[in-house]
Nanobody, 117 residues
């Protein structure tokens, strides 16, 4: 069983920075895929950023150039550095992990990020 624990959310003013971290525990090693998603009130959950085992990354259009995703395979963690935050970045952010291409996803419980104007 995989458990994901997120940390680093909070309240920040527009233009500020936050760093989210997700630690995966359980019988896992170097997951195939790790990502961050977010869901704002009344909106669908959307991809923020993702990173594959080989280091390939993908970013949502609205965060390109401002957010950076990174992972530590030895510690099985994935971080999201968020800079130049905007009020529209306000959402619950979820960590997502897929151990292998053919397996189901695991989700964290979510961490709230609020950006005030």
């Amino acid at each position: 069983q995989v458990q994901l624990v997120e940390s680093g959310g909070g309240l920040v003013q527009a233009g500020g920075s936050l760093r989210l971290s997700c630690a995966a525990s359980g019988s896992i090693f170097s997951p195939h895929y790790m990502g961050w998603y977010r869901q704002a009130p009344g909106k669908q959950r959307e991809l923020v950023a993702s990173i594959f085992r080989n280091g390939e990354t993908t970013y949502g259009d609205s965060v390109k150039g401002r957010f950076t995703i990174s992972r530590d395979n030895a510690k099985t963690t994935v971080d999201l550095q968020m800079n130049s935050l905007k009020p529209e970045d306000t959402a619950v952010y979820y960590c997502n992990v897929r151990l292998h291409p053919w397996t189901n996803d695991y989700w964290g419980q979510g961490t709230q990020v609020t950006v005030s104007s």
